[in-house]
T-cell receptor, first 116, second 117 residues
């Protein structure tokens, strides 16, 4: 199993630009999560999906952030327009709601975003 | 709302020694899950161990074990025979086991562990 795949691993962009982060969950997992990690705020849940449907987006900081999951194997997190305070590591995680390891979230390697 | 507290921002341990990282949580729920995740300098989040609240037996994974005290709402992680590769940030996490699969996880602020050669 390849694990959760995220791309790009690093992104440097200028303020005002659109940024799109991508995630491929573990095959067969029915939950997908987007997290943001910063020194100041720690690890924050932004949004999560169940069977491709957004369930809780209360952690999305503002309208500049949007997330989609068009199918079971792909999700995007978009920031438009980006701001320097969006600089962080963004993690995608997935989990399976059944079986021995149900409710255990497996994380991708993260995308390190720097907005100049 | 649930809260997770890790009161030790940083710790160090000599290689081959044993270290215990503390975690307390606050919840009114009876059924839940607890996790320890490890984040090495690579920033990857790696699951170390998980515990179901309904299980009295403490979870163990090789050199890693937990001391789960449900009444005290305490969930400490013990690392035995510490290795240099254990150097990382360790996060304690909590998730309520709602029926229907609601899966919001609350993370602690982390403990930075340094294993000294």
């Amino acid at each position: 199993d390849a694990g959760v795949i995220q791309s790009p691993r690093h992104e440097v962009t200028e303020m005002g630009q659109e940024v799109t982060l991508r995630c491929k969950p573990i095959s067969g997992h029915d939950y997908l999560f987007w997290y943001r990690q910063t020194m100041m705020r720690g690890l924050e849940l932004l949004i999560y999906f169940n069977n491709n449907v957004p369930i809780d987006d209360s952690g999305m900081p503002e309208d500049r952030f949007s997330a989609k999951m068009p199918n079971a194997s792909f999700s995007t997190l978009k920031i438009q327009p980006s701001e320097p305070r969006d600089s962080a590591v963004y993690f995608c995680a997935s989990s399976l709601n059944r079986g021995h390891h149900r409710e255990t979230q497996y994380f991708g390697p993260g995308t390190r975003l720097l907005v100049l | 709302a649930q809260t997770v507290t890790q009161s030790q921002p940083e710790m160090s341990v000599q290689e081959a020694e044993t270290v215990t990282l503390s975690c307390t949580y606050d919840t009114s729920e009876n059924n839940y899950y607890l996790f320890w995740y490890k984040q090495p300098p690579s920033r990857q989040m790696i699951l170390v161990i998980r515990q179901e609240a309904y299980k009295q037996q403490n979870a163990t994974e090789n050199r890693f074990s937990v001391n789960f005290q449900k009444a005290a709402k305490s969930f400490s992680l013990k690392i035995s025979d510490s290795q240099l590769g254990d150097t990382a940030m360790y996060f304690c996490a909590f998730m309520t086991a709602y029926s229907g699969g609601y899966q919001k996880v609350t993370f602690g602020t982390g403990t930075k562990l340094q294993v000294i050669p």
